[in-house]
């Protein structure tokens, strides 16, 4: 229900919606973050529902439990987002995943600043 409600002004709607909502929530784990993201994308992309499950099941071939410390349905629905951004924002995504705990300076991403150049030192 919650992906219906969702995403009922964004997606193109299709008549077997219920039943591809319902498959699609079960493969996600019915996770309230995964569930939400998919949502987001869907309606951002106009996608049918069962589109939108057809390329998350595709996705999942590269996902090893093994190695991985995230359910399938987190780490698939994250990668499918992130394969949508511009190549300068999955950049900076990439550099800012680098320096997680640790607070980031506003300075890295002013226009102009030595620091985005990657000669950032705390003690600066």
């Not at 951002?44 to 996705?59: K, S």
């Not at 705990?101 to 226009?111: L, S």
Request: glycine share 6%; aromatic share 10%.
């Amino acid at each position: 229900r919650f992906l219906l409600d969702r995403t009922a002004e964004g997606r193109e709607p299709a008549p077997d919606d219920a039943k591809q909502a319902g498959r699609l929530a079960e493969l996600l784990g019915d996770l309230p973050l995964a569930l939400a993201q998919a949502a987001a994308y869907i309606s951002h992309t106009r996608l049918r529902l069962a589109d939108y499950r057809g390329a998350w099941q595709r996705t999942l071939g590269w996902y090893d439990s093994r190695l991985m410390q995230y359910p399938a349905s987190v780490v698939v629905t994250w990668q499918t987002t992130f394969e949508q951004l511009a190549p300068t924002a999955a950049t900076l995504l990439r550099l800012t995943a680098f320096l997680a705990p640790e607070p980031i300076p506003v300075a890295m991403f002013e226009d102009g600043s030595d620091e985005s150049c990657g000669t950032y030192s705390p003690a600066n």
